[in-house]
């Protein structure tokens, strides 16, 4: 049976060069961090949109907005309307679940009036909306505060974080400043993995009146039964004075992630990129590290260690080094990755680093340690032990 080189004898070899192994570890940890990052970028993308699907919510949109929300424009009546003419809406507290909305980007100025040329500004999403938007958008929840009343407005738990201000800013009682006019600071909501969590809710009424609308952008409607959208999108087919499409929120959101799918491509890209790199740095630095110690390994050879002993070796000093940095890296993106938000255009979503980014990233820096053996292994496979014990 073949004889192994014992474990301590690559752990002291580790600390023979410590400048060296600790670049090496640096490279892991960067490689690790990066592909958490990344992980948690793609996941957070795609579970926002898919967060705020409703099985049981269709969105009843302009035909001619293809079937853009902020574009589209319903008649103001058409809650009442589908409400009288559609059976099978579900019914919360005696109301029916049908939320007719505006939603639009707006400059948002921080504090009270009257406006400066020199304050900052931040582009801004505003949703007007009715007390029955809560019964819709099951995943909202008031976190402090209560819903808004003329000349208020409800904070996003993501505002604050979207436009990188303190949350001191946003609390209870403050001024913001949009359209014209100067809302309160009434409350704050929640909407865990949703891009809801960024937006700036304020009464339908008023908005309406500030943009000089007498309409809405569009009408959430919950039914019944989750997936039987049957009898509205026949009222749609049969009103064709309203110009309406039915869209389950299963697809409308589905679809908006997949119009961001070249952004994760693109953030796998620059992943890969980042990782290529480092793997052929860490197989130069190995590699190197053996023509260094080619005697020694020579040596070994001669009093009777096979070529995969030694190569075995190699690769648990390599998986020691992939494996610290490793670690190193998850702290780092537990620190600096957890709990940021990421915005899109008027819209934000937060990175949460779970088990999956974890995961994906120490065994990105574990493989790192593995591939970058490859080549030194190969050349120890074929070296030489005469020539090698004659290396200066």
Same mark, same amino acid.
């Given at each position: ?137 099951? #995943? ?109 929120? #299963? ?124 080549? #030194? ?8 032990? #005469? ?6």
């Amino acid at each position: 049976m073949a004889r192994a080189l014992p474990f301590d004898y690559a752990l002291r070899n580790l600390g023979r060069r410590p400048l060296r192994t600790l670049l090496t570890a640096l490279s892991s940890a960067l490689v690790a961090a990066l592909l958490v990052a990344t992980t948690a970028f793609v996941r957070g993308l795609d579970t926002t949109f898919s967060g705020a699907a409703q099985a049981d919510t269709a969105i009843l949109l302009s035909s001619v907005a293809e079937r853009d929300v902020v574009r589209s424009t319903v008649t103001a009546g058409l809650s009442d309307l589908v409400a009288a003419s559609v059976p099978g809406i579900r019914q919360i507290g005696g109301a029916p679940a049908i939320s007719a909305e505006i939603h639009m980007g707006s400059t948002l100025r921080l504090g009270p009036g009257p406006e400066r040329a020199d304050e900052p500004t931040y582009a801004g999403f505003v949703r007007g909306v009715t007390d029955r938007a809560f019964a819709v958008h099951d #995943a909202v929840t008031i976190t402090s505060g209560r819903p808004p009343r003329t000349g208020e407005v409800l904070v996003g738990a993501l505002v604050g974080k979207q436009f990188d201000i303190d949350p001191a800013r946003l609390a209870l009682g403050q001024k913001l400043r949009f359209e014209g006019a100067e809302f309160t600071i009434c409350g704050h909501f929640a909407a865990p993995g949703t891009t809801l969590e960024a937006e700036v809710w304020t009464p339908l009424a008023e908005l309406r009146g500030l943009t000089k609308r007498d309409d809405s952008s569009a009408a959430f409607v919950r039914v019944e039964t989750p997936g039987d959208f049957g009898d509205l999108e026949l009222f749609a087919r049969r009103r064709l004075d309203l110009e309406l499409v039915v869209i389950p929120t #299963a697809t409308y959101y589905r679809e908006l992630s997949d119009y961001f799918a070249p952004i994760r491509a693109l953030a796998w890209a620059m992943a890969a990129l980042i990782v290529a790199g480092a793997l052929f740095g860490g197989a130069n630095t190995l590699n190197a590290a053996v023509q260094d110690r080619l005697r020694e390994l020579a040596a070994l050879r001669a009093v009777g260690y096979g070529g995969f002993a030694i190569v075995r070796s190699l690769s648990q000093e390599s998986l020691l080094i992939a494996a610290s940095g490793g670690v190193l890296g998850l702290a780092l993106a537990r620190v600096f990755v957890s709990g940021n938000a990421v915005s899109i255009a008027m819209s934000a979503f937060s990175l949460e680093v779970d088990a999956v980014s974890v995961l994906v990233g120490f065994a990105g820096s574990l493989l790192l340690g593995i591939l970058g053996t490859a080549p #030194a292994a190969a050349r120890v496979m074929r070296m030489s032990i #005469a020539a090698a014990l004659k290396e200066p």
